[in-house]
């Protein structure tokens, strides 16, 4: 199986900080890799799509990229909404996994 | 609107069974993969099991692989999940999500329920 390895685990920030998130693939998955912001007793909300494509109606300070196996989730000027865990995932395969989460909590 | 609505969940002992059930509205349901993701107490996103729209090429994660079974019943708009030879690690909120499929890496979560709490404990 594709493992999917997310750094840091945790952070803190304040409002209005820059924040990257970063996650590598174990083998190639192209660009078959999506960002979701959990926050508790909600279901997961979609950011970005395919690597780098913005979901419609999320804010454009989202900004996802991609470098061989290494993908990134870029949040600018970090609003309160944003506290909460950040999943990457891989589509590639035919089982779909999850990295293990980054929990973005408030300085 | 799209609507995914678990139920089934409650306590099993372990070794035991259960059976969740995800009821889908507002869609075509016969035409999309369905997904069932799990999240463990202070853990993270685990995605378990998925079904392909007619039924067939159901995929497992290792960790369910043999114990549990994934199923669709079109005419009912409905997901389930038979779990068997239930463990306390298995303890936690599920979800039934859509998947949206296309072409050029375009593959992902657009629909998620509310989630199930499943626990595992004697």
């Known amino acids: 199986d594709i493992r999917m390895t997310q750094s840091p685990s945790s952070l803190s ?10 996650c590598r693939a174990s083998q190639t998955i192209s660009n078959y890799l999506n960002w979701y912001r959990h926050k508790p007793g909600k279901a997961p909300k979609l950011l970005i799509y395919a690597a780098s494509s913005l979901q419609s109606g999320v804010p454009s300070r989202f900004s996802g990229s991609r470098s061989g196996t290494d993908f990134t989730l870029t949040i600018s000027n970090l609003q309160p909404e944003d506290f909460a865990t950040y999943y990457c995932q891989q589509t590639y395969s035919a089982k779909w996994t999850f990295g293990q989460g980054t929990k973005v909590e408030i300085k | 609107e799209v609507q995914l609505v678990e139920s089934g969940g409650g306590l099993a002992q372990p070794g035991g069974s259960l059976r969740l059930s995800c009821a889908g509205s507002g869609f075509i349901f016969s035409s999309y993969y369905m997904s069932w ?9 685990e ?3 998925n079904i392909r729209q007619d039924g067939g090429g159901a995929n497992y994660a290792d960790s369910v692989q043999g114990r549990f079974t994934v199923s669709r019943d079109n005419a009912k708009n409905s997901l389930f999940l038979q779990m068997n030879s239930l463990r306390a690690e298995d303890t936690a909120f599920y979800y039934c999500a859509r998947e949206f499929r ?15 709490l499943v626990t595992v404990s004697s």
């Open chain 2, 102 to 116: 296309s072409g050029y890496s375009v593959n992902y979560f657009d629909y998620w329920g509310q989630g199930a």
């Open chain 1, 13 to 22: 920030a304040y409002v209005g900080d820059r924040v990257t998130i970063t």
């Open chain 2, 47 to 49: 995605w378990v099991a």
């Open chain 2, 37 to 45: 993701v799990r999240q463990a107490p202070g853990k993270g996103l």
